[in-house]
């Protein structure tokens, strides 16, 4: 089929019609908090500054995420208590899924860290503190609370919390 210009323009005319147009839903998107996109900003803003062209500001913002990712991951690492659990932990961070979110502009890459970090958090209370004070919760508290954040659907991880057993903390 062949179109000629004047039919792609009544086309594109009718569409932007308002009496042609409806109410689209933004979706999940505005569920989001504005802390989801931190990282992103700050190498979006560094490319602002220095008045580059879109592209690169993106890749920017991908790059900061990126770097954000493996900063708490490398955390999530140190503070891993096992051998072998440090080890399933590279592997899951590292997989090429993982690696193609942390470094795209989506905030699930500060969710996943951040999940990571408190899942080691708990597995370093459970085994290598002798007593949890309330320094330790507050800390659990915002790791949990980061996630929570991104998606509030993230609020089990505090679950987690509760397989640390009750003599370890110092009182009720």
């Known amino acids: 089929n062949t179109y000629s210009y004047k039919d792609v323009l009544s086309h ?3 569409k932007l ?6 109410y ?4 999940t998107v505005t569920s989001l908090s504005m802390f989801s996109y931190i990282p992103q900003a700050i190498g979006i803003l560094i490319g602002r500054l220095f ?8 890749i920017l913002g991908r790059i900061t995420n990126l770097i954000y990712y493996l900063s708490v991951i490398y955390f999530a690492i140190k503070l891993m208590p096992k051998e072998k659990w440090k080890n399933i ?6 997989l090429p899924m993982s690696m193609v979110i942390a470094a795209s502009l989506s905030p699930d890459a500060i969710i996943i860290s951040t999940m990571y970090l408190a899942i080691a958090y708990v ?3 459970k085994y290598d503190k002798e007593k949890i004070g309330i320094k330790e919760t507050i800390i659990f508290g915002i790791l949990c609370l980061i996630p929570t954040m991104c998606k509030v659907v993230y ?3 505090t679950i987690l919390f509760f397989t640390i057993p009750k003599e370890k903390f110092k009182n009720t």
């Open 155 to 157: 609020i089990f991880l």
């Open 51 to 58: 008045k580059l062209n879109p592209y690169i500001i993106a």
């Open 12 to 14: 594109i005319k009718d």
């Open 17 to 22: 019609n308002p009496e042609n147009s409806a």
């Open 89 to 94: 932990l590279i592997v899951c961070a590292l």
């Open 24 to 27: 689209i839903s933004p979706g």
């Open 123 to 125: 597995l370093h209370l």
